[in-house]
Every structure is written in C-alpha cells, then in structure tokens.
C-alpha cells in the first residue's frame, strides 16, 4: 500500500554554496544520497499547499503554536500527464515533534478526489487518510493557494535509516496556474546561491552532523517555505506570475 505514517524531529538550516561544498564530502562519506539523486544530481520536487480563503493556516502556522497542521499535494520529478504518481498528505507538528500520514494516487484521482471529494476504488490508496484529508478539507473549507517547487538533494545514514537530510535549492513559487502538471516558474525564495537543509530523525542526529555545524558556525532557523512564501507575498515583493 503507498502510504507513509511517521513521526519524528525536523530542524532545518539556511546554508550558502561554500557550506554545501564543505558538507557534501561527508555526506558521501557517512551517508547514501537517495535513488533519485545519481552523481549528486538534483530532483525536481513540485507542491500545491492549501489554505482557507482567508490564508488561516498559514496565519496561524507563523504565529509558532504548540499545534499546527497543513496540507499538501507533491510531486516527485516533473508531472507531464494526469496518470502520474503523486502524493497527498497531511504534516502536523506538536511540541516540535512532526507526523506525517499520505497515500499516492494518480493525478487524475487526486483532482478528482479533491474536487469532488469521491474516494477512488483503489487497493493501492488508503482510504483511512483520504477520509482524515477529507474531514480535513471540509473543517476548514480547503482551497489549492500557493504553487511552490525546488530542486532536491536528500541522504540517508549508511548505519543508521533514522537519520536523513535534505538540501533544496531554487526554491520557486507562485500564486496562479496551481497545477502540477504545469510547467515549473514562478518568483525565487532563496538568494543566489542559497540553499535549505533539513534534518530529519526520529532519535538524535549523529556527532559528525553535530561537528559539522559547529565549525561552521550553521544555525538552526525557522525557515519554512510557505510562510515565506506567504510574508512576501503580504509585502508585495511576490505577486500573481505569468509565464
């Protein structure tokens, strides 16, 4: 069955070129980059967040609750037909402590299912999540409102599955043409040369990742990609894209 249910720590990292290429020598040496990332080539990954008309979620996730809760559709690598695998999921995040629960479909059963809220007859889809999405949905009346993609870097320990680590870059996003299956543009999040690490384990991360960050003096920060997707939105730096 295509689903992932999991619970664990997300910390994530503003880092800059110099920093990825001082970390990506122990990366090769501690860790296995994922099957989608052959000769450290990145992967394109694309997202429609949804929000209630009067961006409540959002709203609320920038205020640092102790609860907050969101929901997505993802792709992995460009979606050029409606019979392609994608991924709807909700992340929630209590006490700082993510959990996550998805289920894959085709594209054309996800904008189905979201439009019309009909669960499809598949064995391959959980039907248990869809219908958490669905309550989901309608408590808050859910409307698709932010496009956002980047290109993608993800590890795993060699000794240990629990640790793994990402690293995005060219983070871009828009407000219209909120389709998966429609070309990747839209306004950059990042500076030049920027990229997002997150970290992620359901225990500890390891000392030589601890190391790492202390000599070179790396941060945790807050960032997250559609709050500041949204505050610049808010400040006019973002408006609605074109192609």
Not at 83 to 88: M, Y
Not at 183 to 210: H, R, T
Request: aromatic fraction near 14%; charged fraction near 30%.
């Amino acid at each position: 069955m295509a689903i992932e249910i999991y619970n664990r720590v997300e910390l994530k990292y503003l880092l800059f070129q110099d920093d990825v290429d001082s970390l990506l020598p122990l990366l090769n040496e501690h860790m296995v980059p994922d099957i989608f990332n052959p000769d450290g080539k990145t992967y394109p990954i694309s997202n429609i967040y949804f929000d209630t008309a009067s961006d409540e979620l959002i709203i609320k996730s920038l205020e640092k609750p102790v609860y907050k809760e969101k929901l997505r559709l993802r792709s992995y690598g460009q979606v050029h037909s409606k019979n392609e695998t994608v991924f709807l999921e909700i992340k929630k995040k209590y006490d700082g402590v993510v959990y996550k629960r998805r289920t894959s479909f085709t594209l054309a059963q996800a904008e189905q299912f979201l439009k019309e809220g009909i669960i499809p007859s598949d064995e391959k889809i959980n039907a248990q999540v869809l219908l958490e999405i669905k309550d989901l949905m309608k408590r808050y009346c859910l409307i698709p409102k932010v496009f956002i993609s980047y290109e993608w870097l993800a590890f795993f320990e060699k000794n240990d599955s629990d640790f793994r680590l990402t690293l995005d870059k060219n983070i871009m996003c828009r407000r219209n043409d909120l389709q998966l299956d429609s070309p990747v543009y839209g306004d950059k999040l990042l500076e030049e040369g920027q990229w997002l690490m997150e970290a992620k384990a359901f225990k500890s991360f390891p000392l030589w990742f601890a190391h790492f960050l202390s000599k070179r003096k790396i941060y945790q920060s807050s960032f997250s990609k559609y709050g500041n997707e949204f505050k610049k939105y808010k400040r006019g730096v973002i408006k609605i894209s074109s192609v």
